[in-house]
């Protein structure tokens, strides 16, 4: 092993599937479809090579935790990949999220110090799947839940997913808002130059699903729901004092419902952001300086970003020892409830 720092390491966006679920979106990626997704969906699932991805996902135990070893990496907080159920009926969503849960669950049993999990949902049927989420922290001792942004072009602030929300809150466990591919909406600009996926329509999907979420009043509703996002939180602390400012006209011209609290205020509190493929020590010391060093938490993004870098990224990042803690997994610890070690 290259020579680290001694720190316990927590990456918390790392993804894996199960072959169930990839033969059902390598079913899908044989549609004709102008789906956004279709492209990332074809070449890891209906591709022979598997993109280069497809053996990192289905690994868990093998090279995953022998590379983890090699960097200094002690536990991954794992996902079903993007798109996860999502774009599967509801019946084949909840089979399949289950499934995936009781595997994640087995593995971290064989290895409790190496994983903990974030469990999925089929948002297509809110009331199962709240069922499901009781099941997946009070049976399964999961540590939160991932939700891979739309559904069938459908955002958490609708009311149809309130149970769902209900639920997360009631339980104290935090949402991971996982980019998937923009929305039909939102997708037109992006089939071109390779925007499709994470070099642009992932941030614009995942930020505009938050700023929904906010400005539609999701957190006067739900004042203890936690949110997660991802790749330095999709940056929409970036734009906090002109939502803020732009706001209040759309409240008053009654575009928008009446809040609380200023838009910034629910961002502050209801989310916390982690750092996955976005290895920036300028966008870090920004984040810190924006919304508090215990609101964020160290990622990879395995298998889609290497390992070795994102280390290198955190160790070297320009924060204090004791932030540094915090980032690499006290954060992660209390916000994922993960036993300290
Ligand atoms: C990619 C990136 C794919 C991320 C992902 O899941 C993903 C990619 C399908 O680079 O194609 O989770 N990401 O989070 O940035
Ligand atoms: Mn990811």
């Not at 979106?25 to 279709?38: H, K, Q, T, W, Y």
């Not at 540590?143 to 809150?169: C, M, Q, R, W």
């Not at 996926?197 to 992932?202: E, F, P």
Request: with cysteine.
């Amino acid at each position: 092993m290259t020579e680290r720092l001694k720190i316990r390491r927590i990456a918390t966006e790392e993804a894996f599937s199960i072959p169930e679920v990839a033969a059902k979106l390598g079913e899908i990626a044989n549609f004709p479809s102008r789906n956004l997704d279709m492209r990332l969906m074809t070449m890891i699932y209906a591709n022979p090579g598997g993109g280069g991805f497809l053996d990192g996902l289905l690994d868990l135990e093998q090279e995953r935790l022998r590379g983890m070893d090699e960097h200094g990496v002690d536990m991954h907080l794992l996902s079903l990949t993007a798109p996860g159920v999502q774009m599967f009926d509801a019946d084949t969503a909840l089979d399949l999220a289950i499934l995936a849960n009781d595997r994640m669950a087995e593995t971290i049993a064989r290895h409790p110090t190496r994983f903990a999990g974030l469990a999925s949902l089929p948002p297509q049927s809110p009331k199962r799947a709240a069922r499901e989420m009781e099941r997946a922290i009070q049976v399964l001792k999961l540590n939160g839940f991932v939700i891979n942004s739309h559904t069938n072009n459908e955002y958490l602030d609708n009311p149809k997913y309130f149970p769902i929300l209900e639920t997360a809150e009631a339980l104290d466990a935090c949402i991971y808002i996982h980019p998937r591919a923009a929305s039909d909406g939102l997708s037109g600009p992006m089939f071109d130059y390779g925007m499709d996926s994470a070099l642009w329509s992932y941030g614009v999907e995942v930020s505009t699903h938050a700023v929904r979420m906010i400005l539609g009043g999701v957190f006067d509703r739900f004042p203890k729901l936690k949110i997660c996002l991802g790749h330095m939180g999709e940056a929409v602390h970036f734009w906090l004092w002109r939502i803020d400012f732009m706001s209040l006209r759309s409240q008053a011209n009654g575009y928008a419902p009446k809040l609380k609290r200023k838009p910034s205020d629910y961002f502050k509190e209801n989310f916390v952001i982690t750092t996955s493929g976005q290895e920036s020590h300028l966008a870090l010391e920004f984040s810190i300086k924006a919304l508090g060093v215990q609101n964020i938490m160290w990622a990879i993004d395995h298998p889609y970003q290497p390992t070795g870098p994102a280390v290198t990224f955190m160790d070297t990042a320009p924060v204090s020892d004791a932030e540094r803690e915090m980032l690499y997994h006290k954060n992660a610890e209390r916000i994922f409830h993960i036993r300290s070690a």
